[in-house]
């Protein structure tokens, strides 16, 4: 019996000591911000990440040391891409406002019906095509998995959202959240790009390539009359030593309209030239990624896994390529014939087949949409 009220006694007194150690500050309390505490953990925790267990790698090692770096590129991302998205609509409006204003009126004065005809139809369906999938594209949720518990099949668990992950899924930094069939995450739309908008944004850049292209092409003879005839005002303009500077026929009056009007000709064919280049590009890139059935995330995780295999003699296969025709039926959501029209040559907000939760990995050699 005594010994129990000892033990009685030492417990209550060692809960009292600890009170008293949580109630009475400590000296020398680190004082420094709790934004310098959180960064120097932080450090800590990257630091500790090198020799944490037997299966750091290189790998590891690499994302743990540039970490700070993605960081602050995500971050900055995320603040500019409001930035970026109206950089876009500034460029394409002012494209615009010059082929209103300055082309409309030449193509009227001098295409014959038939051009005049074929450029308002073609013009106005590449700007409607634009319009349409770049704000769908940008308002467009990129699709997220379900935050609660479900009977969704998933294939491994994301570090940073605690969350599961089904297949196909990945973790986007600068939206700070998981991202169903993630391809990557564009400044330019300040939206990631998922399942359920990768369709509006491929449809975006086609239309804006393609758009790029035609005043290019269309617009080339009256560059080159804008520019020769700058450079002839140019030398109009100096007054070279000895040269006489009468002359019978007075020179043409050069305008500060006709100086406007051929510096925005002038600005319009070399802005759509060099986007046609650059974004025509990355479309057809993106192209070939839809042909393949992979997205830009899985071009790399498909690469590695090629390599994986090869040293150890086997063939890795893609387990989400249906084939080069039913990957563009399924990306384009085309179901019967007259889709082609209805859901690619024409605006259309049908969402994508699936949930972007499970998919169909090694399916039967055959056509998935029979059209």
């Excluded at 998922?194 to 758009?211: D, M, P």
């Excluded at 997205?295 to 995780?301: A, K, Q, Y």
């Excluded at 590695?304 to 025709?325: H, M, S």
């Excluded at 039926?329 to 049908?350: A, C, I, M």
Aim: glycine letters at 4%; one cysteine or more; hydrophobic letters at 40%.
């Amino acid at each position: 019996m005594q010994n129990i009220v000892c033990l009685q006694l030492l417990i209550s007194l060692h809960l009292l000591r600890c009170v008293r150690l949580r109630s009475c500050p400590r000296r020398g309390r680190n004082t420094l911000p709790l934004w310098i505490r959180e960064i120097w953990a932080y450090m800590r925790l990257l630091v500790q990440s090198f020799y944490f267990n037997s299966l750091t790698d290189s790998d590891v090692v690499f994302d743990s040391v540039f970490e700070p770096v993605f960081w602050t590129v995500d971050y900055v991302t995320r603040w500019f891409g409001t930035l970026f998205v109206w950089l876009v609509v500034i460029l394409v409006s002012s494209i615009l406002v010059i082929c209103y204003v300055i082309l409309l009126p030449m193509v009227l004065k001098t295409y014959s019906p038939e051009g005049i005809a074929w450029h308002l139809c073609y013009g106005h369906w590449n700007l409607v095509m634009i319009v349409f999938h770049y704000y769908k594209a940008t308002t467009t949720s990129p699709g997220y998995p379900p935050t609660e518990k479900n009977d969704s099949p998933f294939v491994s668990v994301c570090k940073r959202c605690i969350m599961p992950k089904p297949a196909r899924t990945h973790h986007c930094g600068i939206c700070n959240r998981c991202i169903l069939r993630m391809d990557h995450h564009c400044p330019w739309l300040n939206n990631c790009v998922g399942h359920l908008n990768h369709r509006y944004f491929f449809s975006f850049c086609v239309a804006l390539t393609l758009g790029c292209v035609y005043c290019s092409i269309s617009g080339r003879d009256l560059f080159l009359d804008a520019y020769n005839a700058i450079e002839s005002f140019k030398h109009l303009d100096v007054v070279k030593p000895g040269v006489p500077t009468n002359y019978q026929t007075p020179a043409p009056p050069y305008t500060f309209k006709d100086k406007m009007i051929h510096k925005s000709i002038i600005y319009m064919w070399v802005l759509t030239s060099t986007v046609a280049v650059a974004l025509g590009a990355l479309t057809i890139w993106h192209a070939v990624l839809i042909t393949r059935g992979e997205t830009s995330i899985e071009r790399h995780i498909n690469s590695k896994e090629r390599k994986r295999l090869a040293k150890r003699g086997r063939v890795y296969r893609n387990p989400f390529d249906y084939g080069r025709l039913n990957n563009w039926k399924y990306f384009l959501g085309v179901e019967k014939k007259s889709h082609w029209l209805t859901r690619v040559l024409l605006p259309s907000g049908h969402t994508p087949p699936g949930d972007g939760l499970t998919w169909d990995a090694f399916p039967v050699k055959k056509d998935l949409i029979p059209v």
